[in-house]
């Protein structure tokens, strides 16, 4: 099992900035990605960015491409999602996703491939 916690949610006025963490523990050596994913009320969870293990390759949602960077400390078990240029439409809360290496390549910007998650921290862009 692999324990997920984030942190670094808030309120911050559009234009500012948030760095959000998510350290990761348990049996974390079969990590083949992480990543962030957000939901807002009433619609469905959605991508937001992932960084793969190893190499650090990062993909990210078109909606936050230039403003948000995805990236990880292998020492601590920790990925990293700097937030800046906030939006009101980017106000959801935030979840962790780690996913584990398969026999086959694992697409990291579907919510449904993620095998862990962690309970979330809430980010509220205010106009």
């Known amino acids: 099992q692999v324990q997920l916690v984030e942190s670094g949610g808030g309120l911050v006025q559009a234009g500012g900035s948030l760095r959000l963490s998510c350290a990761a523990s348990g049996r974390t050596l079969r990590t083949y990605a992480m990543g962030w994913f957000r939901q807002a009320p009433g619609k469905e969870r959605e991508f937001v960015a992932a960084?793969?293990?190893?190499?650090?390759?990062?993909y990210y949602a078109d909606s936050v491409k230039g403003r948000f960077t995805i990236s990880r400390d292998i020492a601590r078990n920790t990925v990293y999602l700097q937030m800046n240029s906030l939006k009101p439409e980017d106000t959801a809360a935030y979840y962790c996703?780690?996913?584990?290496?398969?026999?086959?390549?694992?697409?990291?910007?579907?919510?449904?491939?993620?095998?862990?998650w962690g309970k979330g921290t809430l980010v509220t862009v205010s106009s």
């Open positions: 960084i793969k293990w190893s190499g650090g390759s990062t």
């Open positions: 996703g780690a996913a584990q290496a398969r026999s086959y390549a694992v697409v990291v910007t579907i919510p449904g491939n993620m095998d862990y």
